[in-house]
């Protein structure tokens, strides 16, 4: 079992990392001061099929009042009626303000549970339970968000849990394309900050089918301990936290222009990355290792170009309309060295003419 803190100005709380850790769920909460009242379950119905059970038998033996609120699975349920319906369960179970929410789930489940903890009553505390990989970077930092049909996380907060409890068990059912996606997240968090750790992700990681469990391990605590290191030092995205969005410039508009749940929010990142490491070695005239990365990167699966159907001028459209960018000037973040993130603002023209380039 590992333990990660992660130190903001609202709250300095752990994320615990292991194998079966919720047979333990008892002592963290008291490790962590929560005696709550009574405890909300807010699960997805994929997540409820493969783990009630289980999750079940542990919360029995801790003797709180407890109750599941199960919504269906995927990105449709980060919306006003879900969060509505989960408010409703709150209010007629009686929640009071020392109750608990526990997200179980991946990165939807935690967005909406969060969000709906920092809003019930003003605010009660809650704790991250993720399943996925991508979950990793979700569950940590206290983005909670739902979305409005005019824009994804449109409606959230930094609210932070009271614990993170990453329980490697859950992610033995998660099917492979989940694993790449979330795998995106662990490479991002590599070349943002830890060249050494991107050398060893490429010399270790040759497929993502059967992972061994320590890999797994060793990059769910690097890619945590990142992330919490960002997070600690600048919670509200005023610096340095901009640096998460490496790969997602381009990410996030190849997801809106293809349409959401058409590529995985990992694949998207990828291809970002790529495309973000070519503009890196154009500014600042240097090689980062594109060509290694992006060989890297087919073998293990993930695309690495942009599909024909979708135009340059539509993405340099998403770019410029992206909540990050101001003036109307596309933001990226791009890398002076692996390891040393840099903001720069372009124009237009010039990412229009470099996304060519690259395109070829
Ligand atoms: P998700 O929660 O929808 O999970 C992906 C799919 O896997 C779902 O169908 C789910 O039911 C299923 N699943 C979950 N656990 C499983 C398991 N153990 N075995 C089998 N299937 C399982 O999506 P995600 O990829 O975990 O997260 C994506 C969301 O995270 C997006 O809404 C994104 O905006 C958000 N996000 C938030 C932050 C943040 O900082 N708050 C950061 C990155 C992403
Ligand atoms: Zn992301």
Redesign the pocket.
């Known amino acids: 079992m590992k333990e990660i803190k992660v130190q903001t100005t609202s709250r300095t709380y752990p994320v615990i990392i292991g194998k079966n850790l919720i047979s333990h769920l008892s002592n963290i909460l008291s490790n962590i001061e929560l005696a709550p009242t009574k405890m909300m379950v807010i699960t ?1 119905e ?2 409820s099929t ?1 783990f009630r059970d289980r999750f079940e038998r542990e919360l029995k033996t801790i003797g709180i009042d407890y109750f599941f609120h199960v919504v269906p ?3 449709k349920s ?1 919306s006003f009626e879900t969060y509505y319906e989960c408010m409703t369960a709150a209010l007629t179970n009686h929640l009071d303000r020392r109750s608990l929410m526990i997200a179980f ?7 909406l549970t969060g969000f709906i903890a920092a809003t019930y009553m003003r605010g009660i505390p809650f704790l991250q339970i993720p ?2 990989l ?2 990793h ?2 569950a940590v ?1 206290g ?2 968000a739902i979305n409005h049909p005019l824009g ?2 449109m409606i959230g907060a930094f609210y932070q849990p009271h614990a993170v409890i990453y329980d490697i068990q ?2 033995e ?3 492979i394309d ?1 694993i790449r ?2 795998f995106a997240e662990v490479v991002k968090h590599g070349l943002i900050k830890d060249p050494l750790f991107v050398d060893w992700l490429v010399q270790h990681v040759h497929h993502l089918q059967q992972l061994k469990e320590e890999q797994l391990l060793t990059f769910i605590e690097k890619g945590i301990t990142i992330k919490a290191e960002i997070v600690s030092e600048d919670e509200k995205e005023l610096g340095t936290r901009a640096f998460l969005n490496f790969g997602h410039t381009l990410g996030h508009a190849l997801e809106a222009a293809l349409g959401y749940g058409r590529i995985s ?1 990992g694949d998207a990142v990828a291809i970002g990355m790529l495309f973000a490491l070519y503009v890196s070695n154009q500014t600042f005239g240097i090689d980062l290792g594109y060509e290694r990365m992006k060989e890297w990167f087919q073998k293990i699966g993930f695309p690495t170009s942009v599909h024909s159907s979708i135009s340059s001028e539509q993405l340099c459209e998403r770019m410029k309309n992206d909540k990050k960018s101001v003036n109307n000037e596309i933001r990226m973040v791009l890398l002076e060295n692996i390891g040393t993130p840099k903001l720069v603002n372009f124009d237009e023209k010039t990412i229009y003419s470099l996304l060519q380039q690259w395109r070829g």
């Open positions: 997805d994929t997540v493969l699975s995927g990105e980060k789930g991946g990165g939807v489940i935690g967005d399943t996925t991508l979950a970077d979700s930092g983005k909670v994804k996380n859950f992610l059912t998660l099917p989940e996606s979330g929010h």
